[in-house]
């Protein structure tokens, strides 16, 4: 089974603060996405990539970089959290096979409150 | 602008009948349209998917259909459970350098026992 673990389910953090969001996985996938879901928004991409020390911006990256120093884990940083960024974050990981129905695994998701 | 629409936010049917949850798209370039599951304190997790070449496709209890012509795709649940009860999420996928994925808002099922 594919597993993706993220390092928190729940985070308060203040104003001003750097936060990291941490999310491994073990099946050896060479893409890995983190979301963030709102009410009424959906699911919104904020960075991706698609191998180590490779990214690409989403709909949504202002006020968020990303880090991928091993293949099997991605960082989400917040530089400086705003209130704004109060949300639930989703990393997700998939194989690249070429196809658009590569399937994504998803972790269980951290509920950030930024207050 | 939201090019992966799911305009009911919330539905609500027997179990035992069909639930039938909808989804819209404005851009033709989707290759293909994938169907995922939510549980309150989960990951959403995949359910189903369907080419862009192919009108229909099913898997057990569920069931996408898709009509380019009009936008639209569609997922049946035939018959309906209460362990069905989630939010779906609906998406499109295409191609720009690797595959990517915009995801619809949701609706969220209730099965009524």
């Known amino acids: 089974d594919v597993k993706v673990t993220q390092s928190s389910r729940y985070l308060v953090k203040r104003t001003g603060e750097k936060v990291f969001l941490e999310c491994v996985q073990d099946?050896?996938?060479?893409?890995m996405f983190w979301y963030r879901q709102d009410p009424g928004l959906g699911l919104r991409l904020i960075y991706f990539?698609?191998?180590?020390?490779?990214?690409e911006k989403g709909d949504i990256p202002e006020g968020y970089s990303v880090s991928r120093e091993k293949k099997e884990r991605f960082s989400l940083i917040l530089e400086s959290a705003s209130t704004n960024q109060t949300s639930m974050y989703l990393c997700?990981?998939?194989?690249?096979?070429?196809?658009?129905?590569?399937?994504?695994?998803f972790g269980p998701g951290t509920r950030l409150t930024v207050l | 602008d939201q090019q992966v629409k799911q305009n009911s936010p919330s539905l609500s049917v027997q179990e035992g009948r069909i639930s039938i949850l909808n989804c819209d798209y404005t851009?033709?370039?989707?290759?293909?349209f994938l169907w995922y599951k939510k549980y309150p304190a989960e990951g959403p997790t995949f359910l189903i998917s369907i080419s862009s070449i192919k009108d229909k496709n099913e898997d057990g209890r569920f069931t996408v259909f898709l009509n380019k012509s009009a936008k639209h795709l569609s997922l049946h649940i035939v018959p309906s459970q209460p362990g069905d009860s989630a939010v779906y999420f609906c998406a499109a996928s295409y191609f720009s350098g690797t595959y990517k994925y915009i995801f619809g808002t949701g609706t969220r099922l209730k099965v009524l026992a």
């Open positions: 099946m050896d996938h060479e893409n």
């Open positions: 851009n033709s370039m989707f290759d293909y």
């Open positions: 997700a990981s998939s194989p690249r096979t070429g196809q658009g129905t590569d399937t994504q695994y």
């Open positions: 990539s698609y191998d180590v020390k490779m990214k």
